[in-house]
């Protein structure tokens, strides 16, 4: 089961690998004059996002920094962290970490595509009460996020599905999720 999945995620990481890279191709091909101009972090955009959620006995905080390179005007490509603390008083408390990377691809000006492999070690301790004793839950959660969302300026908004989505094991209650990515 195992070795299957770890098999769909390097076939589609490679998939989306050579769709990235013959668009590159293809836009090599187009231009050929060279720009000595134009540096690496003339290109480089910084982004991510943070959340924080406090309630009645509630705390959820994240951090997820990311950077994406700029190829050209259609396709970029990136790299981002993650780190998030959730705990639900006198029942468990978890730690979130891990990377991912990410494609954007931008057909028109105002449509993004986008493919993101996200890697995460999920550690849940349980508190023991009147129903179950005390245990932890440490394991690595993988997701493949397809998205598509309408971009205005450095804004993107819109939504993304993760293709291996499982509902016993996921860290999200949904493959499903909505997304808005700022990139400066």
């Known amino acids: 089961m195992k070795k299957m999945h770890f098999s769909i995620v390097f076939k589609s990481f490679f998939v989306i690998l050579i769709s990235l ?4 191709m293809s836009a090599q091909e187009e231009n050929n004059v060279i720009d000595n101009n134009n540096q690496f972090w003339d290109r480089v955009q910084f982004g991510g996002g943070l959340g924080l959620g406090i309630g009645s006995g509630y705390t959820d905080i994240s951090v997820m920094p990311s950077a994406i390179y700029n190829i050209n005007e ?6 981002g962290l993650q780190f998030g603390y959730l705990s639900s008083k006198n029942y468990y408390s978890s730690y979130v970490y891990g990377g991912s990377i990410l494609g954007l691809v931008n057909p028109i000006p105002e449509i993004q595509l986008s493919a993101e492999l996200e890697q995460v070690r999920v550690n849940t301790d349980y508190k023991a009460n009147n129903n179950r004793p005390s245990f932890s839950d440490d394991y690595w959660n993988t ?3 397809l998205g598509a969302g309408y971009r205005t300026g450095s804004v993107t908004v819109g939504a993304r599905y993760d293709v291996l989505f499982n509902d016993e094991r996921s860290l999200y209650g949904s493959a499903f999720m909505p997304f808005v990515r700022v990139y400066f």
Do not use: P
């Not at 890279?21 to 590159?24: K, V």
């Not at 259609?74 to 790299?79: K, L």
């Open 21 to 24: 890279f013959s668009n590159l």
């Open 74 to 79: 259609i396709v970029a490509v990136g790299v």
């Open 143 to 145: 997701a493949l996020f």
